[in-house]
């Protein structure tokens, strides 16, 4: 959120902080800082120089290439460092497009929860005479293999699914359909920035062609990413200029960010088990926790979901509301609702999935990492119950509350789906 | 206008001043909608034509909360004549100002309490004081957040406002969020 509530922090020294918006960005690892200053000290060279400076810092990059391959069961060669997620989810999807265009090739297949990077990168596709299928989800927030098998066409240019959607952490069948796309012969693209580092990923097993990540969301540096390329997978590059990456993305490459982010995969992959059990245990505890509250709901899928990721919707609250009142208690969290989007309507995400606009203004997200105590679960849940009964106590929307003579208090009900208001239909119009 | 809460915003949210109900009330008003995230309603009592007491319930952001709160300070003790010149900048102005996007909280917070008003005229047999419906919460987003704004990138400046082109729907609805409502040109935050 815009909302920079710095100065009304409690300074108190009880307070304790417990940060839990990691699927926004993380902290980088001190082992990380520490190589990203060598290479912006010392070892300062051009990996493109044939002397020794250059020869420096290209080794460390190749080491990277092969701490990120080796993240997602990659060959080196398959790696393209990237700006960051966005720009792999750019690169992945207009230069499968701009390849394969020449074949007569104008469709691709996405669906309705991907991140803006995705979304927004196909409908500028669909501005520039591709068309475009958004599968739907359904409850959990998964994707059907089978409506993917049925939406490819002839001219079905790419498959872009995501693997663990960053709102409401469900892991969607990538292997699934990745095995339809394969037995149909149509590129499979995933983003995976919120899954690599937190569950395994292998791209041949899974056959995935096309994989986007990014260094920050698993304490590296912002900056960077990653997209893995299948060798043989036809690509056009972006951004045209010197013979960087096999010349499919030009630009010296950003050497100190790149070691970060292989620095941070290395780790990554070294503590995955172990990481992922004990996010999942303390995700496990918290969502029991919220659960315990009246009138709550979890949203996305119970048990294929990203270890790290809890999101809940509190009937008759807003989430912003929330999220202030847990700010001022220490805890950093965020929401679907549309006040802190800048948007009047609410995550595209829980619409998808059926919600009611009042559950997805109600609906927190908070994402374990690393540094996470189980002692913070205890802190936010105990924190939790006064701040939803008292916005509970609030709101003329809950139970038990005054009515207004001869109107009708509008509920959800009172809004039928797709509708009475512009805000309403247009956006449930198929996207 | 910076994107921050005031002090004086994050204590009207903390502490929010005359929640509740009134049962008795001589009126009350909502408006609002919990498609776009706020629900406002003020219970009015009055001794002769002066607000003796003031109650509210709200359902939405930190800012919608801390109207609602200013709001039935603002006008306890004062006659509805006086309490109906209350303007969304005076709402405003007494929470030390707020972010240009949530200025419509201002409006809803006048809204609700000419709504409440007119529901108590309505029961002494006399017309409306205003029309809440011409009058509705987005109103005045356009001069005041565009003032506010103009230092701004213009992301969320000058949004204009229109009636909703759906026959029964009884909002009004502002450039921008139709413009963010239909995906294609949606701007939406990161994530």
């Known amino acids: 959120m815009n909302l920079d509530q710095g100065q009304h922090k409690d300074t108190g020294p009880s307070l304790r902080r417990v940060y839990l918006d990691h699927a926004a960005t993380t902290r980088v690892r001190p082992e990380v800082v520490t190589a990203m200053v060598n290479f912006m000290g010392e070892d300062f060279g051009n990996p493109s120089s044939i002397h020794g400076w250059g020869r420096v810092a290209r080794e460390a990059m190749e080491q990277s290439r092969a701490n990120v391959a080796r993240l997602i069961g990659a060959r080196a060669t398959e790696i393209i460092f990237t700006s960051g997620g966005t720009e792999a989810d750019n690169l992945a999807i207009i230069g499968v497009a701009m390849a394969s265009r020449g074949k007569g090739k104008r469709h691709l297949i996405t669906s309705q929860i991907e991140h803006h990077a995705v979304l927004h990168t196909c409908e500028y596709l669909e501005e520039h005479g591709f068309e475009v299928t958004y599968l739907p989800v359904d409850a959990d927030g998964l994707v059907d293999p089978q409506d993917v098998a049925a939406a490819i066409r002839p001219d079905t240019a790419l498959v872009t699914i995501m693997h663990g959607n960053n709102e409401v952490g469900t892991l969607e069948p990538v292997e699934d359909i990745g095995l339809v796309c394969r037995e ?248 | 206008m910076s994107e921050t809460y005031t002090d004086q915003v994050m204590d009207h949210f903390m502490n929010p001043r005359n929640v509740g109900e009134i049962a008795d009330a001589d009126g009350v008003g909502q408006v609002g909608n919990p498609v776009c995230g706020d629900v406002m309603r003020i219970y009015l009592k009055l001794d002769g034509d002066r607000i003796a007491d003031v109650k509210f319930k709200t359902f939405g952001c930190g800012a919608a909360i801390a109207t609602s709160s200013i709001i039935t300070e603002l006008v306890k003790g004062k006659t509805i004549d006086e309490a109906l010149q209350i303007s969304n900048r005076t709402v405003a102005d007494a929470l030390g100002g707020l972010p240009p996007r949530k200025m419509h909280c201002s409006n809803l917070a006048a809204d609700a309490l000419l709504s409440a008003v007119n529901d108590y005229r309505a029961k002494q047999g006399l017309p409306p004081a205003g ?54 040109r949606a701007s939406k935050s990161a994530e």
Request: hydrophobic residues 35%; charged residues 25%.
């Open chain 1, 184 to 431: 149909r012969g149509v590129p499979f693209h995933t983003d995976a920035v919120q899954s690599a580092g937190k569950v395994p990923i292998d791209v041949n097993a899974m056959n995935i062609d096309l994989l986007t990540l990014s260094a920050h969301k698993m304490y590296g540096p912002k900056g960077v990413g990653a997209l893995y390329l299948r060798r043989g997978t036809r690509l056009e590059p972006l951004q045209h200029g010197g013979s960087h990456e096999r010349k499919m993305r030009a630009g010296t490459e950003n050497v100190p960010g790149i070691v970060g982010l292989g620095v941070a995969a290395g780790l990554a992959y070294d503590e995955l088990a172990e990481t992922s059990k004990t996010l999942a245990a303390m995700r496990d505890r918290l969502i029991e926790g919220l659960l315990a509250l009246p009138n709550t709901k979890l949203n996305g899928h119970r048990t294929r979901r990203l270890p790290h990721n809890v999101n809940v919707s509190f009937r008759d609250i807003e989430g912003e509301s929330v999220l202030l009142a847990l700010d001022m208690n220490g805890i950093a969290a965020s929401t679907g609702s549309a006040c802190t989007s800048g948007s009047l309507s609410p995550s595209h995400v829980l619409m998808a999935m059926g919600n009611t606009h009042q559950d997805a203004q109600g609906s927190i997200r908070m994402t374990l990492g690393r540094d996470n105590q189980p002692e913070d679960v205890d802190y936010v849940l105990e924190r939790m119950v006064p701040i939803v009964e008292r916005l509970r106590l609030m709101s003329p929307l809950a139970e038990g509350t005054l009515r207004p003579r001869g109107e009708e208090t509008p509920e959800p009900a009172a809004q039928p789906e797709g509708s009475q208001c512009a805000c309403e239909t247009e956006e449930e119009a198929p996207k």
């Open chain 2, 131 to 184: 029309e809440v419906s011409e009058h509705d919460h987005h109103d005045g987003i356009e001069d005041l957040a565009a003032e506010d704004d103009a230092a701004e990138t213009g992301r969320d400046a000058a949004a204009g406002e229109v009636a909703c082109p759906s026959a029964p729907c009884t909002l009004r609805v502002s450039e921008r969020c139709r413009q963010v409502a239909a995906p294609r």
